[in-house]
């Protein structure tokens, strides 16, 4: 069963930085979509950037400039580094990853960590 695990989420104030780290279990991490997600309070759940085994890497616009998305493979390590931070990108952080083969299609997710910027 794959286990995701966030970690690096805190409070910061505006303009400030966090890096958020995801450890996933499993033998083919490398080969995996890896993605970060975010929920606001009251919102619904969106893609905030994603990475291909291949390094093809997606961003919201919202966070395009701003935060880099990186993974080391031989840790089984996903990286989120969030700069120029905004109250906007107050939200819980959703660390997922793409089902591969057998579970093709499928997506699992990690806990999710808090982020709080404060204004």
């Known amino acids: 069963q794959v286990q995701l695990m966030e970690s690096g989420g805190g409070l910061v104030q505006a303009g400030g930085s966090l890096r958020l780290s995801c450890a996933s279990s499993?033998?083919?991490?490398?080969?995996?979509?890896m993605s970060w997600y975010r929920q606001a309070p009251g919102g619904q759940r969106e893609l905030v950037a994603s990475?291909?085994?291949?390094?093809?890497?997606t961003y919201a616009d919202s966070v395009k400039g701003r935060f880099t998305i990186s993974r080391d493979n031989a840790k089984n390590t996903l990286y989120l580094q969030m700069n120029s931070l905004k109250s906007e990108d107050t939200a819980v952080y959703y660390c997922?990853?793409?089902?591969?083969?057998?579970?093709?299609?499928?997506?699992?997710w990690g806990k999710g960590a808090l982020v709080t910027v404060s204004s």
């Open positions: 990475a291909t085994s291949g390094g093809k890497i």
């Open positions: 499993g033998r083919v991490f490398g080969f995996a979509v």
């Open positions: 997922a990853k793409d089902g591969l083969g057998p579970n093709y299609g499928m997506r699992y």
